[in-house]
């Protein structure tokens, strides 16, 4: 009596594991893609409650970051590291921690603006992708 596996064994068994792996990694991904949209929605409501208190406070909204810091409770509790844009201190840059406790290498770009009257928002949100 022979010990081990013969080629087809093996060969079926590896076809098994590709079959599963073609349905459960997309999926995987998927998931994570929307945990990671969500996440961005929670993060950008965060923002705009910042700045409806900053607006309570002060009587009008801000496009300055420095002033929303403070305020800002999303960015602690979700992991997200955020950081300014070189050279626009209107613009943040957003990106979620990944495994092991690195920053993903992709995040996102959120803007303030200047509010065109006092009772408008100052509020603007570029959701794409930034490298």
Avoid: C
């Amino acid at each position: 009596m022979k010990k081990g596996f013969a080629v087809k064994e093996m060969l079926l068994l590896v076809l098994i594991l590709a079959a599963f792996a073609a349905f459960a990694f997309p999926r995987y991904f998927w998931e994570s893609e929307k945990k990671r949209a969500a996440d961005m929605d929670a993060l950008l409501a965060d923002v705009q409650l910042a700045q409806e208190a900053f607006a309570r406070m002060n009587g009008r909204f801000t496009a300055e970051w420095g002033a929303l810091a403070p305020l800002l409770s999303v960015p602690r509790a979700l992991g997200v590291l955020y950081r300014p844009v070189e050279g626009t201190p209107a613009e943040m840059y957003f990106t979620f921690m990944g495994p092991h406790g690195k920053p993903e290498p992709e995040g996102y770009i959120v803007r303030l603006e200047p509010a065109p009257g006092p009772q408008e928002t100052a509020f603007v949100a570029a959701r794409g992708r930034a490298v």
